[in-house]
């Protein structure tokens, strides 16, 4: 088989399927190879994400994105043809040359939805890092008090 895309959902990477990325300024889909892991542990994966990466050919970053969340939306499609590979099917008897066809090869298709988050989502993550920042400032302002 080729060498495949890969998309990464955080610290996760998956092969992206032909034409899998299909996403605009406010959100969209990515379609990717399931693989070993489960429905469930995907979409663990999908809501505690904090960027999407698509690695290119080369193995390097194509783009990044953090400015999407999950939409809570994941769709499993299986047997999806997912690539194509030549097998031999025989030998032609005069040439004595081998004959090849296309095989399809299936797998099971994810697809995850991802949108811009909203007001209220936007203003509870910002909340959530002060307070992160309150504990290491009231953490750095006792320390320096004890010295």
Known sequence: MNQIEKIKFGDQEFELIAAGVNLGESGGSI?????????????????????????????????????????????????????????????????????YENKDIKGDVMTAYFRKPDLTETVAAQAKEIETLKATVGTLVLSSLEV
């Open 31 to 99: 379609s990717f190879q399931k693989g070993p892991m489960t429905f469930d542990a995907i979409e663990a994966v999908l809501k505690e994400n904090r960027s999407i990466t698509q690695i290119g050919l080369s193995d390097e970053p194509d783009w990044t994105r953090s400015d999407l969340v999950y939409a809570g939306k994941l769709t499993k499609q299986s047997d999806q043809v997912i690539g194509s590979e030549q097998v031999q099917i025989g030998t032609d008897e005069e040439t004595n040359k081998p004959i």
